[in-house]
């Protein structure tokens, strides 16, 4: 079975590619790239794409007649075309539910929450800087607090049993109601997502990139928050209006937690760079050293399953193979 591992040039795709043929044994041959059109030769001759943070359109799709699977090693799914896999009738699959990076990104959005409560940057920055910051009157708790997460799936699940922990009350929206023993096991609270957006202290989002979500909190979505709402981002860029969280940041709206921007890396200009009131990482609430051997795992798994004809996991685009 051939395979075509799809990775960033700046990961070492041709490295990452030995060892998926490694991983999966004798029955495959493997080849690494950084793009669809890098080997073209590869593209047209795979059975199954193994793709991370590379984009592969429907027009790289149609390129690839003997395509039957696609795998993504995360849950986001969003850099590949599920509608034209789907008119395909080719799967494709994240690692959804093997929980490899749940707790990883649940995590990241708690360090996010609690950076920007305690200022964290600004304390940090001011001691670098050769001062003491005045800033014990203006740092907040989250005990006690309302939590909204947006999107109650399995990392916005992981996200309210911590947020348990910590004493915060929990609300959430998601257009799938979480079943009765969920909402009662984490006292969970559902209400729409303008109701979430004004009676929240700190809102979370954890939804994936897909037609529906494009744009959900834009400057109308933010007009409703509370001032000085602590904002996370965790999910993907385009999910927010990275424009009106500056801008809302810039005037004091929202203290902003962002890991993933509409651009990635963003360019020198990127609002959110310049932006008061933020907490800004690189796209790394997912990867740690733990996660991407777990995300791997799970995701070579979900091959193996595919070459030994049995039924593969989390299908995102709804296609039975």
Not at 183 to 202: F, I, Q
């Amino acid at each position: 079975m051939r395979l075509l591992a799809l990775f960033p040039s700046r990961m070492n795709p041709a490295g990452i590619g030995e060892f998926v043929a490694a991983s999966l044994g004798d029955g495959w041959e493997v080849t690494g790239a950084g793009s669809p059109d890098d080997d073209l030769t590869a593209l047209e001759s795979a059975d199954v794409l193994l793709v991370a943070l590379v984009e592969v359109s429907a027009a790289s799709i149609a390129k690839a007649p003997h395509l039957a699977m696609i795998q993504t090693p995360s849950h986001g799914f969003d850099h590949v075309d599920i509608d034209a896999a789907a008119g395909r009738g080719i799967p494709v699959c994240n690692v959804g539910t093997s929980g490899a990076e749940s707790g990883t990104v649940a995590e990241h959005a708690m360090m996010m929450m609690l950076a920007c409560a305690r200022r964290l940057i600004e304390a940090h920055d001011g001691i670098r800087s050769g001062g003491w910051p005045p800033l014990s009157g203006s740092t907040i708790e989250l005990q006690g607090k309302k939590l909204g997460i947006v999107g109650l799936g399995h990392i916005g699940r992981e996200v309210a049993k911590r947020a348990r922990a910590f004493g915060m009350e929990v609300m959430y929206n998601d257009p799938v109601p979480a079943d009765e023993d969920v909402e009662s096991e984490l006292r969970l609270k559902p209400v729409s997502l303008d109701d979430l957006l004004r009676m929240s202290d700190v809102v979370t989002v954890h939804v994936p990139l897909d037609s529906t979500t494009r744009g959900l909190i834009g400057t109308r979505e933010l007009e409703l928050v509370r001032p000085g709402t602590i904002f996370v981002n965790t999910s993907r860029g385009p999910v927010v209006d990275n424009a009106a969280l500056a801008k809302a940041a810039n005037e004091g709206r929202v203290i902003a937690g962002v890991d993933v921007y509409e651009t990635e890396p963003p360019p020198a200009d990127h609002p959110l760079r310049s932006a008061a009131n933020v907490v800004l990482t690189p796209h790394i609430a997912g990867t740690t050293r733990e996660s991407v051997v777990r995300i791997m795992a799970a995701a070579l798994e979900n091959l193996g399953r595919f070459e030994r004809g049995e039924k593969i996991k989390d299908i995102v685009n709804g296609v039975m193979p």
